[in-house]
């Protein structure tokens, strides 16, 4: 490039500054090309260079605008050329833009010098085209717009209007004006372009009119091609865009300038563009649906029909066609469906074609849309092999099969499966499986809201499909319990406990599955199956007992007490004997405790067992008695739970009295103490309230709980809990001598509830004197024995004196101090006593208890020895005279009498004489009426008189 010449005035400066901008823009691209610095300079140059001023330094400067510009073109067509993976970048249309303006300005100035610009026209002319075109393809139509206001001037000059911009158009060159014509020709299409692209389609059709006047273009067939593709592609926007009356009026006219086209002259590109024009014309008329527009769309159609009937376009445009019908001839709907689908090739978006039409022949023909699916299936999917394809045909065949009532489908829906089942070889995907099975409970799911058909089970087994084998174990489980509620509403028990077995172990487990097969168990009387789906629903019911409560009604319903009784059971076991909020706890224990009593009359074999379930709910309900007032909060009436108590106190009491011969005492005891804890609970929630009859119960529970602890700790042999058992009747003794004094004080008792009551007591005071023996508690038998003295006559003394010598013997046994035996002497005497008062003991046992008395007081308390022996006197002179039934026992008055002088003879060792003589007095007596006072009376006389005569 030569170098600059002197500037002097400011524009030149201004040519100066851009020559300078140019011819480093070159090295600036090298460097970076996605500068975006280089964008804004460019863009501040193009404004200069359409508003530079004529000058002598800018016609010298012709030459160097032409280097820099053709430079810069070739640049910017290498990089448009550029293989590169990253976006063709944003200059290259300013790029162009610039060098066209740069040869433009060394076109004008050349020809100031005289220089001949004919050819230079036609390069500059296409430059000029190549630049507005890149610059619609990249949208920067503003730019195009200044391009083409410079090449305006050219086709004025093709025209011959010459001008004082473009001087030396070579008219007479025939060549030349074929190619200027042609270039002129493509101008107003680029125009026509540019309008349409601006919005301007008023500028544009008026373009493109222009287009059409050009008589001097000699490949009138390319440009018919040109107008006919621009003409498409504005009516195609159009179409797009809904605004179908424009549509059809630019693709309408695109289909006539084709149609001016010789036939043998139209390329393959043309021939592709007809049918796309005819289609999307045809399509335009289909928006509009009016009369002449449908009839104009049809006409297209057939049209298409004769010369491409195997395009898939042609087929869908057939089918938008009969679908705008009133009615719909869903059979030619299906026709035409059916040939598409045999001559498609199948991929995605034809697959996906197809299924759309499918859907909209349902909406016509729910059962032709389903015959379609399955030729489909049968041509086409089952040699393609395409898993994905098959799922999806399968799976709206099933969705449309669901939407009918035509029972006939559900048998050709299983078909259907099995045959593709055979022709696949493997089941379906999860994803598959589950839109599937969906539809399908969609379609069982209210049915069984109603009456239960037939047809419900066949749709939920059809759900259970080998070809659904890769269902998760919770939707087979899901399936198999709604196939067990279906056979339970058909009466069908076995088609239940076949898809219990089938479901997945997981699903056996849970609540409901064992409430199903539950109530299957009771239908069909299988007890032990009853028993292990009860028991299956209680360790599955970790909080809820909705169905343990279930089971107690299903059993309730089936009239089988003892899985009511069962389930009762478990509902109270669950809930430790109580019940979750709103449920009335004393209600439930007492519906359970009524069922147990009446399996007990109903003359059951176990009976122990019975009553041990009786008892846990009895215990079970004085450990909740606290929470029997929670339903009753807002009762109107707070005397309900005061009668609850007596009720369960009642019950409690009467149950234990009626069983006890039956019952083992440990279990007796337990519900004796379950009656006594009601009772307390009615004195506290009543304070104040003494009943006579709980009073009186009271007494009686501390009675009989007392004798079967006895019981239990006489055959008990671990001495630990034997002795648990005598402590527990010590308890007992004391309490129910407590509730004696209370209804002596409270109560108004009659002479036979008082005199039984005293029996007790006294019956009682004998099993607390064992008691004490057994757990050598010698520091309290005095004031056991000291009750014993105060209880008034009674007919049991016999055994009371048989239990105080052995604790008396115990007692010497254990070599205990004489303070702790001296109340067993009176105790003794005073059973002697009232026996023999009321004449209600044999003189042998008389005879026994007085030598009992006489050994134990001979040495602590010789005056109650004597009163002995004097008793024993009288008794045998009653009996020797014939007052007495029985004889008093000889040898034992020989005894007496013996060791009475024995005990004379010591006197008389210890110089107590008088007391000698005192008790060898008594002895002689006692003597006299053994043997009718014969032989031994004469020994002791004689011992006697030894003792007198040495005496003395």
Known sequence: MAPLKPVKKDGDKKVVALLDFASKLTTRLETDVHDTSILTDLSHHILRSFSLQSSSYLTSSAREFDDLGAKLWNTSTRLLRDDSERPPPPVIPVLRVFAFLLLDVAH????????????????????????????????????????????????????????????????????????????????????????????????????????????????????????????????????????????VRWLERSYDTLSCIELDTISADTAELRLCVMHDLACAHLGIKDAVSLARAADLVSLLDSNYANKMAVSLLRLRLLSVQDPVPAEDFQNVLLRMIRSVILTDSTFKTVMNQVQKLKTFSPGLA??????????????????????????????????????????????????????TDQPFRSDATHAAQTLIWKRIEPATQGVVAEAVTSWCRLACHPLFGRTGELNKSKLSRKLITLSLANGDLAGARQAYFQMPESGRNVAITNYLMYKVALRSGDTPMASNCLEGVLKSSTKDATYLYACVLEAQGSGDRQQTVLALQKVLEKYNYGAPSGINLAALLRCTIRLLVAELESGVANIENVLEEVCKVFEGAANQVKNFREPLKEASNPEDHLAELQWFSKNSYNLALKYCTVLQPSLVVRMLDVCIKFIESFRKSNAGARPQDFTIRSSYCHYLSASASVVLGRSEDNVEICLQYYLSVRRHVESFQAALQEAELVCELDDATKSDLEGKCFELLKYDLEAILKLQRWEELDAVLDSCLAQPA??????????????????????????????????????????????????????????????????????????????????????????????????????LATTAFNHAVDLYCASDDEACKTWAEKALNLAMEANDGRHLYETLQGKWLLLNVGGQ
């Open 370 to 423: 389903c015959q379609t699916l399955d030729t489909f299936l049968s041509l086409r999917l089952y040699e393609s092999k395409s898993q994905d394809y098959i799922e999806k045909t399968v799976v709206t065949r099933i969705w449309i099969s669901t939407t009918r009532q035509d029972s006939d489908q559900l048998l050709r829906l299983q078909e259907l499966l099995d045959e593709v089942s055979d022709s």
């Open 794 to 895: 009674s007919s049991h003394w016999d055994t009371l004196a048989d239990l105080v010598i052995v604790i008396h013997t115990h007692m010497s046994n254990a070599e205990l101090a004489s303070s702790y035996q001296s109340k067993i002497p009176a105790v003794l005497q005073k059973i002697i006593n009232q026996t023999w008062r009321t004449g209600h003991c044999s003189i042998d046992k008389l005879s026994r208890w007085i030598r009992c008395v006489f050994q134990m007081t001979l040495a602590a308390a010789p005056e109650v020895s004597l009163q002995c022996i004097e008793q024993a006197r009288s008794i045998a002179r009653k009996s020797r005279v014939g007052q007495l039934a029985d004889v008093y026992p000889p040898d034992e008055l020989e005894w």
């Open 108 to 247: 004008q100035y050349a020809q100031k010098q005289g220089k001949s610009a004919g050819d230079n026209l036609i390069r500059l002319f296409r430059i000029a085209l190549k630049a507005g075109k890149t610059c619609i393809n990249r949208g920067q139509l503003d730019l195009c717009t200044r391009v083409f206001e410079r090449a305006a001037d050219y086709v004025e000059a093709a025209h011959g209007h010459g001008n004082t911009r473009v001087n030396g158009w070579v008219k007479s060159d025939a060549e030349d004006q074929e190619v200027a014509a042609q270039l002129v020709a493509e101008y107003y299409l680029l125009r026509t372009t540019l309008a349409w692209k601006q919005g301007r389609l008023d500028v544009a059709d008026h373009m493109f009119a222009k287009s059409l006047s050009l008589d001097e273009v000699a490949d009138k067939a390319g440009l018919a091609e040109k107008q006919t593709d621009l003409l498409y592609e504005i009516g195609k926007e159009q179409l797009k865009k809904k605004r179908y009356e424009e549509a």
